[in-house]
């Protein structure tokens, strides 16, 4: 089952916050997030591995909610390199690797000067 | 320290044709990922290989297949080719970072078939 990424699109101006959902109808046991510019391939920015956990780097940082089987990905103070395609990927089975991630949709980030 | 190498950059095959792609995951690394990138539909999981043997399966038909060799490295053979199937093919390799461990991808072969 696909996670739900939400908003389908976004359009921020240098300096403004943005906030991107990922949810799921299954119980999650990790989640990837990463960013994709154009023509090029998915760069990891983090994976969360427990309920509560939060994490980040620099202005991007991400929460984690087991119970609401959502993780949330904030971007503060944006910068025109943040524009891309943020996706997450949820491993829905409960520790160990089996090497598949379901990603979302996508949520597409346009930073205007 | 090498990342993911993935050739061809770009493929053009006809429909019918046979494909193939080939992955080097990061070295030292024992296992590979495929995943297809398909317009509107997002990342998905092909394969998994790990120390030559095929780990995980995703929801695609048998003509799908790949295989992964001593060094490590991979190969995605696509038979009976469909329009459908034209994509952007990314391989990865699972790698500890600084936020924990995620796919370092490499920079993907684009199939078209016409």
């Known amino acids: 089952q696909q996670p739900v990424q939400s908003p389908q699109a976004v359009i921020l101006r240098e300096g403004e916050d943005a906030v991107i959902n990922c949810s799921s109808s299954k119980a999650l046991y990790s989640v990837h997030w990463y960013r994709q510019k154009h023509g090029e391939a998915p760069v990891f920015l983090m994976i969360l591995l427990k309920g509560g956990e939060q994490k980040g780097h620099e202005k991007i940082s991400a929460s984690f909610n087991e119970k609401k089987q959502q993780s949330s990905l904030y971007l503060t103070a944006s910068q025109l390199s943040y524009s891309g395609t943020y996706f997450c990927g949820t491993d829905t089975i409960r520790g160990r690797n089996t090497g598949k991630l379901i990603f979302g949709q996508g949520t597409t980030l346009q930073v205007k000067p | 320290e090498a990342g993911v190498t993935q050739s061809p950059t770009h493929l053009i095959k006809t429909r019918g044709q046979q494909a193939t792609l080939r992955c080097s995951p990061i070295?030292?690394?024992?296992?590979v990922y495929w995943y297809q990138q398909a317009l509107g539909l997002g990342l998905q999981f092909l394969l998994w290989?790990?120390?030559?043997?095929?780990?995980n399966r995703g929801n695609f038909p048998p003509r799908f297949s790949g295989r992964q060799f001593p060094n490590y490295s991979s190969e995605l053979n696509v038979n009976a080719l469909e329009l459908e199937d034209s994509a952007l093919y990314l391989c990865a390799s699972l790698l500890q970072g600084g936020l924990g461990y995620g796919y370092t991808f490499g920079s993907g072969t684009r199939l078209t078939v016409v």
């Open positions: 070295s030292g690394h024992t296992s």
């Open positions: 290989y790990d120390e030559g043997e095929e780990r």
